[in-house]
Nanobody, 116 residues
């Protein structure tokens, strides 16, 4: 059974940085295209894929985070990271990791709040 545990969220001011981590177990880590998703706080907000890294190492970003967020992974730790710089209030939400198909059970997510 796949388990995903996200951590690293918090409250920061606009322009600040956070580094999120997601540790996976029960899965062949290297074979998965991993993604970070954001669930906004407004009613009707969809869970949005903001970044993903393919098994071959290709990086992809949503336009809203391009140039500010960096996704990476550590095979030995079975962990996916999301370095978030120059955070904006619209980045506020709960962040989750999953495969790019969203086919694993979702973890609890980690809350990111960007506010002055």
């Amino acid at each position: 059974q796949v388990q995903l545990v996200e951590s690293g969220g918090g409250t920061v001011q606009p322009g600040g940085s956070l580094r999120l981590s997601c540790t996976a177990s029960g899965v062949i880590f290297a074979s998965v295209t991993w993604g970070w998703y954001r669930q906004g706080e407004h009613p009707g907000d969809q869970r949005e894929l903001v970044a993903h890294v393919t098994s071959g190492g290709t990086l992809n970003y949503a336009d809203s985070v391009k140039g500010r967020f960096t996704i990476s992974r550590n095979y030995a730790q079975k962990t996916v990271f999301l370095q978030m710089n120059d955070l904006k209030p619209e980045d506020t939400g709960v962040y989750y990791c999953n495969s790019v198909y969203g086919n694993f059970a979702w973890g609890q997510g980690t809350q990111v709040t960007v506010s002055s």
